[in-house]
């Protein structure tokens, strides 16, 4: 047995060290050193708070009544902080963008900086506090009561001095001044302190368990599900609705909201504690499990599993170990005290006091620098002793007899209320201060009366009778089955209905009302927080006042020489040496802001209206950054429409210049032929013109032949060249050939005619086959004979018989001309068939220019009809012209 | 028409960021977008993984099972988130334009 005055003096001395961490950390932070106080260790061991003695002692508790249920209040907060980038980094940013004092003040300063909204928080906030932290004084009690081996009842004196004491370190420490940004460095190297402290002192009692009572680690293992059967089941409903109210608490807890948001000093740390504070909260939740094992399969029957941590190493006779785990205990409690009772003065000083002390201020007339600020002060610490005192009186009337875990999950409940309005308030522009009111007021009664009036089992307002069969014997509405629901958890029961009204109400009032402009002005900001810069919005609320009227209400909530800092410097920017700064719309937002730090946004709001009278917001400006969403939204589309307009023109160009890259390689391999062609007449002509004029003595016949074969050639390179200007015409102006109706049949004769004319001396003969007689065309009868002419020529010329025999037939049927022209020869060889009516390409063994084809087929397709190498039995060519008939009504 | 202090700014202070942007789908090269959009999934992956309906399937209810599987997979899905956002809260950060 431990005596009582060895605890006692312990605990003292336990505080003491405690004074001292934090002055030191004080110290440090005034004199600007102190890295590590601003280190993302100490901001995830600051967020550690949210294990109280609710974990240290109750979490085992938990875990031997319920099973693995316990570890939902630490899975809750790992997926919220896992999930850091997208709610609890925009919630950091918003908070530090608007030097925001608290979660009231959040919801405030977001709903058009309303002073209602603060006021309604801050109640709820202190309503669901008080059961939390008369869980903290049980919790010491309790362990107090086991170490020193007291009487079953619980001692209230206990309580008493744990309340006064942690209400002297938080008035000492909490409420020494008004800091700008309400950061409390000593306070938060205490608890940082403390976190290390329970986190280990857990730590060794769960190894105690494992290595001191069970047979190691393997034998927890074995023994766990004899142990503990409950650890093989979950319970869906309350799993489900366990891990929504933990995630809910670890942002909407006051004091978490301090720890997280309020005491953040940069947006690095969150990501540091993303996945450091889940660590912590894993350690401490495995370290549960084989002390609940140990436990109940050591002690006896009927022992409090709430307080296996302490009994355990008592039992065993391990004094040092239990002296320890009370101190884990000790400081889980205190440190959740402190941080609370910080939180929740913030909260009802600048929401509650100080509108009232300014107007009660302004009655008397008198307005001394720093007034104000000694009254925030005063009140704070008066509310700090007022909410431990209800947190006492709440842990009288309950006798705390329940489950520690069932009372805490009673202010979880009651702190989920801000979710709905949170949630939306980052996120949607259009809840309105209305809608949040409506969910904030009608949520929270509904959890007072479902879960917060019940816990006092019929000794406040509700008689045992009432709760049990509803008020006035009305089953409907028993508090823990509204409508006639039965064998429900009362916890699923109350969260459902609570949660469910609210945000019902949220959204249905929000669509129903409309925002005042600064809501408007305030949800863009909030919602836009990552896009819009606070310093834009500054200089939009237009409002003149007198610089001295500014100064002294600044020195009022200041204190006179912060005040004069700041007052300095925004003269300085503005250029001037001495004296005060201008008071522009600009420089009376950042007064305000400044002041918000300290007496949140409503109360910073509407004193420095009350100096400067009101004032208008640019409603242009407003729209501006209103609509910045909408109109960034406008502008990717509109970009993107357009991304997607030249992407499709850049393909159109890619394949006009692919085209024009094949056609420039045709005109190159065109030209470099041409210019072939010709240079080999040219040749010989050059050649032969040089012999006939270096030797006169040439004899006439040779003379004749060479003139002769320069005249040829001539006429050849004359040929040549009107077949290119021929083909360069056509192809510009296909259409342009004048054209009549015409009879084909008299081109034809034409053609064999003229190509009859010249094989006089050859041995080619052309033979007549059927003919039609007469087909009107609509054409031109020169170019037509041209055509035909040529076909004639080619088959003639390309022709390897030695008797070449040309064959011509004719004939029409109802709507088309046909011309066949076909040869004896070797024919058209496979690989030629496709090219031949190419430019410049000729059969493999023929000699020609090779424009013929071509030019041929241009001219027939602009008269509508085709030339085309068909294929017929036997040897030889057949080239088939068909050309449409021409009916004299039809016009052309 | 910016003027200073335009909400626009932000976007341009991302300038250098998506500079170090790295190809996406290359090996050992990282999209911030990419990792913004695991940073979304990685709660959502966590919820899921703890309902109850997949935490039912290691539910049992004979005595002698030694380790009560379901604990071991809530464990074990909790240790793999911590891994998770270790890694991903490192390298968002590195990505992010944040002060």
């Given amino acids: 047995m431990i005596s009582a005055n060895l605890i006692v003096f312990i605990s003292l001395f336990y505080v003491a060290l405690l004074f001292g961490v934090a002055w030191y950390g004080d110290r440090q932070a005034k004199q600007g050193g102190g890295a590590w106080l601003r280190s993302p260790i100490t901001y995830t061991l600051s967020l550690s708070v949210y294990c109280t003695g609710w974990t240290f002692y109750g979490a085992v508790g938990s875990a031997v009544r319920n099973g693995l249920e316990f570890a939902t209040i630490y899975l809750g907060p790992t997926l919220v902080f896992i999930g850091w980038w997208w709610f609890i980094r925009k919630v950091v940013r918003i908070g530090r963008n608007h030097r925001i004092t608290s979660i009231a003040d959040m919801l405030s300063s977001r709903f058009g900086k309303s002073n209602t909204v603060a006021v309604v928080a801050t109640i709820a906030a202190v309503i669901a506090a008080t059961p939390y932290i008369a869980l903290q004084l049980q919790s010491v009690t309790l362990s107090f009561e086991a170490i020193v081996g007291g009487s079953e009842r619980l001692d209230t004196t206990v309580a008493f001095w744990a309340a006064t004491g942690m209400a002297a370190f938080t008035i000492l420490f909490g ?322 209905w609570s949660i469910g009204l609210n945000t019902v109400l949220l959204i249905l009032v929000s669509l129903a009302t409309r925002q005042s402009i600064l809501e408007r002005l305030q949800s863009a900001l909030f919602v836009n927080a990552f896009r819009s810069e606070p310093a834009y919005a500054m200089g939009l609320v237009q409002r003149s006042a007198a610089s001295e009227d500014l100064f002294i209400l600044a020195q009022r909530i200041l204190g006179a020489g912060t005040a004069k800092t700041m007052f300095d410097s925004a003269a300085r920017e503005q250029g001037k040496l001495t004296g005060l700064p201008d008071a522009t719309p600009n420089f009376i937002s950042r007064l305000e802001q400044e002041l918000a730090g300290s007496v949140g946004a409503a109360s910073a709001h509407a004193m420095v209206n009350q100096t400067s009278g009101g004032g208008t917001i640019s409603l242009d400006a407003l729209m501006e ?107 510009d102006d296909a259409q342009r050939i004048p054209s009549h109706a015409i009879d084909a049949e008299r081109s034809v004769d034409k053609a064999l005619e003229v190509t009859e004319g010249t094989l006089a001396d050859s041995p080619a003969r052309i033979v007549q086959g059927r003919r039609c007689g007469q087909a009107q065309v609509y054409a031109n009868s020169d170019r037509l004979a041209q055509v035909f002419i040529n076909l004639l020529s080619n088959a003639i010329q390309h022709n390897a018989s030695d008797t070449p025999v040309i064959t011509v037939e004719t004939r029409k049927d109802t709507n088309t001309y046909f011309v066949e022209i076909s040869d004896n020869g070797s024919g058209v060889s496979a690989t030629d068939r496709d090219r031949i009516f190419e430019k410049m390409v000729r059969g493999e063994k023929s000699r020609g220019v090779g424009l013929g084809l071509p030019i041929s087929r241009q001219i027939v397709r602009s008269f509508g009809g085709d030339i085309e190498l068909i294929d017929r039995d036997g040897p030889g060519a057949t080239f088939r012209v068909t050309l449409p008939l021409h009916t004299p009504d039809e016009a052309p | 028409m910016n003027p200073p202090g335009h909400p626009l700014k932000d976007r341009a202070a991302t300038g250098p960021v998506s500079k170090e942007a790295k190809v996406p789908g290359v090996k050992g090269h990282r999209d911030p977008s990419k990792l913004r959009d695991a940073a979304l999934i990685l709660p959502i992956a966590g919820i899921l993984l703890l309902m109850p309906p997949i935490l039912s399937l290691f539910e049992t209810d004979d005595p002698d099972a030694g380790g009560p599987p379901v604990a071991i997979y809530v464990f074990g899905v909790w240790a793999l988130l911590i891994c998770c956002s270790f890694w991903l809260s490192r390298r968002l950060y590195r990505d992010s334009d944040d002060r």
């Fill in chain 1, 625 to 731: 950054i209103a609509d910045e969403a909408a109109r960034l939204m406008a502008t990717t589309k509109a970009l993107e429409l357009k991304s997607q307009e030249a992407e499709r023109t850049a393909a159109q160009l890619r394949a006009a210049n692919q085209r024009l890259r094949l056609l420039d390689s045709q005109k190159d391999e065109f030209l470099s032929q041409v210019s072939h062609e010709l240079r080999t007449p040219m040749a010989s002509i050059r050649s032969f013109a040089e012999i006939l004029e270096s030797t006169p003595e040439l004899d006439d016949a040779s003379r004749g032949r060479f003139a002769g074969i320069i005249q040829s050639e001539s006429v050849r390179l004359t040929r040549l060249l009107n077949d290119i200007l021929d083909l360069k015409f056509l192809e």
């Fill in chain 1, 175 to 496: 409420t020494r001044s008004l800091d700008e940004n309400e950061r409390h460095y000593g306070v938060v190297a205490a608890i940082a302190a403390e976190a290390v402290i329970k986190l280990i002192a857990l730590i060794a009692v769960g190894l105690f368990a494992i290595y001191g009572i069970s047979g190691g680690l393997q034998d927890v293992v074995d023994n766990a599900a004899r142990a503990l059967p409950s650890l093989q089941e979950i319970s869906p409903p309350r799993w489900v609705t366990l891990l929504f109210l933990a995630g809910a608490a670890i942002i909407c807890l006051p004091r978490q909201f301090h720890v997280t948001v309020v005491e953040n000093s940069s947006e690095r740390h969150v990501a540091t504690a993303s996945w450091l504070f889940p660590c912590y909260l894993f350690l401490t939740s495995i370290f549960v499990l084989p002390i609940a094992i140990a436990g109940t399969s050591t002690m006896p029957a009927g022992s409090n599993p709430d307080l296996f941590v302490l009994t355990l190493p008592l039992s065993n006779d391990n004094d040092a170990l239990a002296i320890f785990a009370f101190i884990g205990g000790f400081s889980s409690a205190t440190s959740m005290v402190i941080v609370s009772t910080i939180a929740l003065s913030t909260m009802v000083s600048n929401h509650i006091v100080a509108p009232l002390s300014m107007w009660f201020l302004s009655q008397q007339g008198t307005g001394r620098s720093g007034d104000v600020l000694r009254v925030l002060l005063n009140t704070r610490r008066i509310s700090i002793g007022l909410i431990l005192t209800l947190g006492f009186v709440y842990f009288r009337f309950t006798g705390g007899s329940d489950a520690l875990a069932s009372i805490g999950l009673i202010a979880f409940c009651g702190v989920a209320q801000f979710l709905p309005s949170l949630v939306a308030g980052v996120t949607w522009q259009g809840a309105t201060r209305s809608g949040a009111l409506a969910g904030l007021i009608g949520g929270f009664l509904v959890w007072c009366y479902t879960l917060l009036l019940p816990s006092f089992e019929g000794t406040l307002i509700m008689s045992a009778d009432a709760v049990a069969h509803g008020p006035f014997g009305i089953e409907m509405l028993k508090p823990q089955g509204l409508f006639g629901a039965q064998d429900i958890d009362p916890l699923v029961h109350a969260t459902v």
